[in-house]
């Protein structure tokens, strides 16, 4: 359930209020956008879950020490908080973890019932091909397509999250897509 920009600042003046069902209401709605970014990001589902829940716990922890005046929504606020924790994640983990969006116990499988079988392969092959690249990307560009096309976030927000302006969050996303197009390509020489 995805809210409207009313209800999400009515949402985000209720925590500014530092209203718990409010919180428990955010938590129940980004609950799963966050898990499935911070697990892009670092490719353990343990971890992930771990790191989702500290994500939450800092943003409770933000409301209840802050006035929250700095962000414009509630999502990119949640969102800029993960993507600390998941640089946090990496300084303290540094040489330790080798990532991988697959793991042996949990692959990443995006179906739509809707679609044939040999459709349904080549979008596998698509989908694996497009995530090997992504991790060859440098990490900015790497972000940028995550949020904008995995987590379908705004320019906007993404600015945001980023602190970055509007149109430097344009160019790098083109800038992204192109890197990725050029890897892709040389995967078809």
Do not use: P
Request: net charge negative; hydrophobic share 40%; aromatic share 10%.
């Amino acid at each position: 359930m995805k809210l409207n920009i009313f209800e999400e600042k009515i949402l985000f003046s209720r925590l500014k209020s530092k209203d718990k069902e409010a919180f428990i209401k955010a938590y129940d709605l980004y609950i799963d956008d966050i898990y499935r970014f911070v697990y892009f990001k670092i490719g353990h589902k343990e971890e992930a879950q771990d790191l989702t829940s500290q994500v939450f716990l800092k943003t409770w922890n933000h409301i209840q020490t802050n006035s929250l005046t700095d962000h414009k929504t509630l999502r990119s606020l949640i969102y800029k908080i993960a993507r600390n924790a998941v640089v946090d994640y990496y300084r303290e983990n540094s040489g330790k973890i080798i990532s991988s969006l697959n793991d042996e116990n949990n692959e990443i499988s995006i179906v739509d019932a809707n679609q044939n079988l040999a459709r349904q392969m080549e979008i596998n092959h698509d989908f694996s091909l497009v995530e090997k690249k992504l991790s060859e990307l440098k990490d900015e560009y790497n972000e940028v397509i995550v949020l904008r096309y995995i987590e379908e976030l705004s320019i906007g927000e993404i600015a945001d999250i980023l602190d970055k302006t509007k149109g430097n969050v344009r160019i790098l996303t083109y800038r992204a897509l192109k890197a990725l197009k050029e890897l892709m390509g040389e995967n078809e020489k």
